[in-house]
């Protein structure tokens, strides 16, 4: 049986185990934080005391599922996009490092040698957005990609199953410091603090703005924030 066939009766029965066993399609809204450690927020808050405050996420997770032994693909960017996006592990997908695209040379300060890979998410991969296609989902990606040997380059979301793409960085453009350039709410601020005191950020806006484009047909959003990344 073929790759792609394995994955799209997944995703049937997936859909169809929701509510008991009535075919019902909703709505899948996917939020990657870059970097985010498993240990960085009031979710697991194990050991040391968190300093941040996340009460939406806390409020999430009581209304649904904490998964406390989940674990990412790769400990690196690109590789565990790429693990998440195909449902396979970086050696079967090749995708190993986060820089590729070129034979690595080695260096006598370098202890091993890192593998190659071609530099991209292999177009024969089934993305997620590829396997919802035949169920009737339109799908978007919102934020950062990087399964390419760069940000932004062939092959992109659309090219990966996806009807919808935008890579705007958002709030990680130009805000500066963040541990000292806060928001405020003067008018003149570009990430001006809404009525309940959120700064404004383009990633956040274009994904509501898919999810309010497409809430006729059932949709499968991805929204990979390039928060928490940089500064590290």
């Known amino acids: 049986m073929r790759k792609n066939t394995l994955i799209y009766l997944f995703a049937m029965f997936f859909i169809s185990q929701i509510y008991s066993q009535n075919i019902v399609k909703p709505n899948i809204v996917f939020v990657?934080?870059?970097d985010l450690g498993w240990q960085d927020t009031q979710l697991n808050d194990v050991g040391d005391v968190v300093p941040w405050e996340t009460p939406n996420m806390l409020a999430l997770a009581q209304s649904g599922a904490n998964f406390s032994q989940a674990?990412?693909?790769?400990?690196?960017?690109?590789?565990s996009r790429g693990g998440t996006m195909s449902g396979r592990m970086p050696l079967k997908n090749k995708m190993t490092h986060v820089a590729g695209g070129?034979?690595?040379e080695g260096k006598n300060s370098n202890k091993i040698i890192p593998s190659y890979f071609p530099g991209r998410l292999q177009l024969d991969e089934v993305t997620i957005a590829e396997a919802l296609k035949p169920l009737g989902y339109v799908s978007g990606?919102?934020?950062?990609?990087?399964?390419a040997?760069?940000?932004n380059i062939y092959p992109e979301a659309v090219?990966?199953?996806f009807d919808y793409q935008d890579t705007d960085r958002g709030i990680t453009r130009s805000i500066g410091d963040r541990s000292v350039d806060f928001a405020t709410d003067a008018e003149d601020d570009p990430y001006r603090l809404d009525e309940d005191g959120r700064p404004y950020d383009a990633v956040?806006?274009?994904a509501l703005d898919f999810m309010a484009d497409n809430k006729e047909e059932p949709f499968f959003?991805?929204?990979a924030h390039w928060l928490v990344h940089s500064p590290i």
């Not at 674990?71 to 590789?79: E, G, M, R």
């Not at 990606?141 to 399964?147: E, L, P, R, S, T």
């Open 159 to 161: 090219d990966q199953g």
């Open 141 to 147: 990606h919102v934020g950062k990609w990087h399964m």
């Open 204 to 206: 956040t806006e274009l």
């Open 221 to 223: 959003l991805y929204m």
């Open 32 to 34: 990657y934080a870059d």
């Open 71 to 79: 674990y990412a693909s790769a400990p690196s960017c690109a590789p």
């Open 149 to 151: 040997a760069n940000h």
């Open 102 to 104: 070129q034979i690595p």
